[in-house]
């Protein structure tokens, strides 16, 4: 029997981050798969730092980037990109990622040519089609074309439920960035930018932020860089660092409002590989990403997440993170709760962390497996603080 043809496809860094493990967990078992990748690179720099940290050639590289590009443009270009991608390759299944445009594409491209489709971190859902914009939409459509749903969490099981998802076609795996992260961070790293080098991380309370979404362009992100501002002038002992992003509309505002500042660095987007152990060395994060609600908790950090709604609210309601929105007053509340409130924070770091074990590609791998035909026994579902899968 040959085996199976897969084809994972990505385009942005956190996709990248995220599928990485997967990747390499399939390629561990060549008599039941075999494992391409295509890239779409909506995300070009960014995506290829995590290419390399995880040593991952791509197959096929759409190179779909361009200044300014608008989502019609990442859309078409990936959609007619990936219909040649798939008349050559031919594969049994594509495997896709979370919110992503180049998600949507693929999982749609897939669709036309009448392949199977696997979504990993399946299922998460705000119910507010605008908020996070796209991502919402790029989810709900994604599921809508796909045969085998990799969800993450039993709240993203029963939301794929409730859309009228069959049981049989999800499985509960947990988070596969869990995976990613405890590949990633080290006791003994050694950052080689000489400014975080320069940090005493056990003198400094260092708040890691990181805002871009769309949602928060404008003065949502003035909003967020003015408590910054406060925050750091009430606390001496604080300092903040910002991967700024590189979309200007970001750039402008963070330099403007934060440049030159005593205690607020401003650092290029990090390779995951120095962000992720960064983030294992601060005191707390401010994020208005989804994933970093995963990735914090799972290094006992507590979450001040800067948007009003979320598609995680596992986190939430095991109380590693909490939703702040973008309101300065509110931003600057939940900082000085945390800084000033020892009990408070030990018990939002100290929470079970609901997103993973470290175990979730070789469920993926179980799962695919089953499904497939190629075992007959279903895997575990993944719970929280579960000992066996």
């Known amino acids: 029997m040959q085996p199976f043809k897969v084809l994972v496809v990505f385009g942005t860094r956190p996709e990248a981050i995220k599928l990485a493990p997967l990747i390499k967990e399939l390629s561990r078992h060549p008599q039941e798969f075999s494992c391409q990748v295509a ?11 995590v290419l390399r940290l995880f040593q991952i050639t791509p197959d096929y590289d759409l190179d779909i980037m361009s200044k300014g590009q608008t989502l019609e443009q990442v859309t078409s270009r990936a959609l007619n990109g990936l219909a040649r991608v798939l008349q050559t390759a031919r594969p049994d299944i594509v495997l896709v990622h979370g919110d992503t445009t180049t998600t949507f594409a693929a999982a749609l491209a897939a669709f036309y040519r009448q392949i199977k489709v ?7 859902r705000t119910g507010n089609r605008y908020a996070p914009f796209p991502e919402e939409m790029n989810r709900r459509l994604a599921a809508a074309l796909t045969d085998i749903h990799f969800a993450p969490t039993a709240t993203a099981r029963d939301n794929l439920l409730a859309e009228g998802i069959p049981a049989r076609d999800i499985y509960v795996t947990g988070n596969t960035v869990i995976d990613a992260l405890q590949a990633t961070v080290r006791p003994d790293y050694r950052f080689s930018d000489p400014r975080l080098q320069a940090i005493d991380f056990k003198r400094r309370r260092v708040i890691l932020v990181t805002a871009h979404r769309r949602e928060n362009w404008g003065q949502p992100l003035r909003e967020i860089f003015t408590a910054l501002v406060e925050i750091i002038q009430r606390y001496q002992d604080v300092e903040v660092i910002f991967p700024v992003h590189y979309n200007p509309r970001v750039r402008q505002v963070a330099t403007e409002l934060l440049g030159g500042r005593e205690r607020i ?5 990090l390779d995951y590989e120095p962000f992720a152990n960064l983030m294992a060395r601060s005191y707390l994060v401010m994020t208005d990403s989804g994933g970093l609600q995963e990735e914090a908790p799972a290094l006992g950090k507590p979450v001040l997440v800067l948007r009003d709604v979320t598609e995680r609210p596992e986190a939430v309601a095991a109380g590693t993170v909490r939703l702040v929105g973008t309101d300065r007053l509110n931003i600057i509340q939940a900082s000085c709760e945390l800084l000033e409130k020892q009990q408070l924070y030990l018990q939002m ?3 079970v962390n609901p997103y993973g074990d470290g175990r979730a590609c070789s469920r993926i791998g179980a799962a695919l497996k089953h499904y497939l035909g190629l075992r007959q026994t279903r895997p575990q579902d993944f719970q929280p603080c ?3 899968s």
């Open 39 to 49: 890239v779409t690179a909506q995300h070009r720099e960014m995506l290829d730092q």
């Open 118 to 124: 696997g979504h990993v971190e399946a299922g998460l």
């Open 265 to 269: 660095t401003l650092v290029d987007p």
């Open 349 to 351: 770091a100290r929470a």
């Open 386 to 388: 579960e000992k066996d």
